[in-house]
């Protein structure tokens, strides 16, 4: 089936007018006598079909592949920035501190987690939008569609016909406009959760000096960017990839042209 226009991939076909999100499949030059029929040789061309329940393949993808893989790869890597930008530190014209400028590790761990969920977001964009093109995963077809209008606005339902040119610079703008708002929505979601306890983390591994809490170069600072980002990773990925298995799911069943705008 064709999907919304994401202007990372290629249509074979004039690709349709609407714009934003998810991956592109080759389109039919001639129409299927039946949406039935449509659905079927979509699936054949590469979707599988909406699974019912979750299959042991899609429990070890989300949660295992994509969920713990995730908390690996993110926790490595936090723990590479802060080493890179802390082990260096002249602390004593340049101290690290939990509350204080030039080094805040409380700014820190905000900002962790506003840019790791919009990475994370576009990350999970391309490689479940990719797998589920090449057949590598099935669709999630159990969840029923959402009734609030809101939600139905977040995944992508009740769409608005749009004019832009594929590819062109408005199409791009809208493309990551559509994505960004939904990986804040999220960063928003999970920021009490992870900036909050980080914070608690941070006063116990830290020394109050009169002003503020103190920490050396190491390991205090890594340690905490370690656990921080892969909890963070453990915790935002798997609902990321949920959410398009779903959409996808829902794209199949409904037999939509595209999915995944404004």
């Given at each position: 089936?064709p999907w919304a226009t994401n202007p990372l991939f290629r249509s074979t076909a004039e690709p349709p007018a ?42 070890f993808y989300i949660f295992i592949l994509d969920g713990i893989g995730a908390m690996i790869l993110s926790g ?172 996808c799911g829902w794209a199949l069943k409904n037999n939509e042209e595209q999915y995944g705008e404004r």
């Amino acid at each position: 089936m064709p999907w919304a226009t994401n202007p990372l991939f290629r249509s074979t076909a004039e690709p349709p007018a609407d714009v934003e999100a998810a991956t592109t499949s080759s389109s039919r030059s001639t129409p299927s006598p039946s949406p039935e029929q449509h659905v079927a040789e979509d699936i054949d061309d590469g979707f599988k079909e909406p699974t019912d329940k979750f299959t042991p393949h899609q429990i070890f993808y989300i949660f295992i592949l994509d969920g713990i893989g995730a908390m690996i790869l993110s926790g490595g890597i936090n723990f590479a920035i802060a080493y890179a930008m802390y082990a260096t530190q002249d602390i004593t014209t340049r101290p690290i501190r939990l509350w204080l400028f030039p080094n805040t590790l409380a700014g820190d761990a905000a900002v962790t987690v506003i840019v790791q969920c919009l990475i994370t977001w576009h990350i999970e964009l391309f490689l479940v939008n990719r797998d589920l093109r090449k057949g590598g995963v099935h669709p999630i077809g159990f969840i029923p569609e959402p009734k609030n209008r809101l939600i139905r606005w977040f995944m992508f339902l009740d769409r608005t016909q749009q004019t832009h040119e594929v590819r062109s610079i408005v199409h791009w703008l809208s493309f990551l406009r559509s994505q960004i708002i939904r990986a804040l929505l999220i960063a928003v979601v999970f920021f009490p959760l992870i900036w909050g306890p980080s914070i608690g983390f941070l006063v116990l591994a830290g020394k109050w000096e009169g002003d503020d809490w103190y920490y050396d170069r190491v390991w205090a600072p890594q340690v905490f960017k370690l656990i921080q980002g892969g909890v963070l990773g453990l915790l935002t990925t798997p609902p990321m990839v949920i959410f398009w298995l779903t959409r996808c799911g829902w794209a199949l069943k409904n037999n939509e042209e595209q999915y995944g705008e404004r």
